[in-house]
């Protein structure tokens, strides 16, 4: 073990924060990390916007589905996919960005905002601070656009809430590595595996909520995905200039 595989491997989400800001040098570290991610040809296609303002804070709770803790944390960062600088650079070469109209452009981006989110998350729990990641804000993902007055070419993915745990939940289970992890050709007999992890999480819900709750992973996760998504994604990154053909 060193000091970043024990990070990660204490990785937990955090959603109660104490009131005590982040410090500035702290903040810097951890945009720092983020620019520090690969990117795709270099392309960089991430911008990060930092809330701090509490009256968009709790605006913001309310459009991701009331999560309270948006508004609780010292900071909200979000993470969005940008494609503006691109089209600067494509503009001052005199041709035209052709990219944004093909899916490609969105899975490059999504994969250069996931990496950076993720170095910025390591880092600030490697300072002490609890973060968690919020794809709630792409529930009226038109409402927020607006609010960060974005320009075409970008498009928010993702916020992050960072600040002081208030508390510090249990490490969550995850699935058993080989049900993740397959040598040379991927192995789709999985259903053993998935039984043990049910039985696996349904124990750690019992506990995490003092004998409320023992749903499992599988319920969980039919739960969500039976339904249509209620996000109207492709229209907000229509908007945006992405077609995604
Ligand atoms: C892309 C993404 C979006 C997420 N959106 C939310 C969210 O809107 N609200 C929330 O409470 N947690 C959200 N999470 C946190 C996950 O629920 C959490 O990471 C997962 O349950 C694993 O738990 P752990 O992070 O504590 O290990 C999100 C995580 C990711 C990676």
């Not at 690969?38 to 913001?60: F, M, R, T, W, Y």
């Not at 004998?211 to 908007?239: H, L, P, V």
Request: net charge negative.
């Amino acid at each position: 073990m060193n000091d970043v595989i024990t990070t990660i491997f204490n990785h937990r989400s955090i959603r109660s924060y104490s009131k005590s800001p982040i410090k500035e040098d702290d903040l810097d570290k951890i945009i720092q990390a983020s620019q520090h991610a690969p990117s795709s040809i270099n392309g960089q296609h991430v911008s990060i916007i930092a809330i701090k303002d509490e009256v968009k804070k709790a605006k913001l709770a309310i459009l991701a589905g009331n999560q309270s803790y948006i508004e609780e944390a010292p900071l909200f960062l979000i993470f969005c996919q940008d494609y503006y600088r691109a089209y600067l650079a494509c503009q001052k070469n005199n041709v035209s960005l052709e990219i944004v109209n093909h899916l490609e452009a969105t899975l490059v981006g999504a994969i250069d905002v996931g990496l950076s989110m993720m170095n910025a998350i390591n880092v600030a729990e490697s300072l002490g601070l609890g973060t968690v990641c919020i794809g709630g804000i792409r529930n009226q993902i038109e409402e927020v656009v607006r609010m960060l007055d974005l320009p075409s070419y970008v498009i928010p993915l993702c916020g992050l809430c960072i600040g002081y745990p208030e508390d510090k939940s249990e490490l969550k289970p995850r699935l058993p590595h080989d049900a993740v992890y397959f040598e040379e050709t991927y192995n789709p007999n999985l259903n053993k595996q998935i039984d043990q992890y049910d039985e696996e999480m349904a124990n750690y819900m019992f506990q995490r909520t003092d004998g409320k709750s023992n749903r499992n992973w599988s319920e969980g996760i039919a739960q969500f995905y039976k339904n249509k998504s209620k996000r109207d994604i492709r229209k907000a990154m229509i908007g945006q200039g992405f077609k995604n053909e």
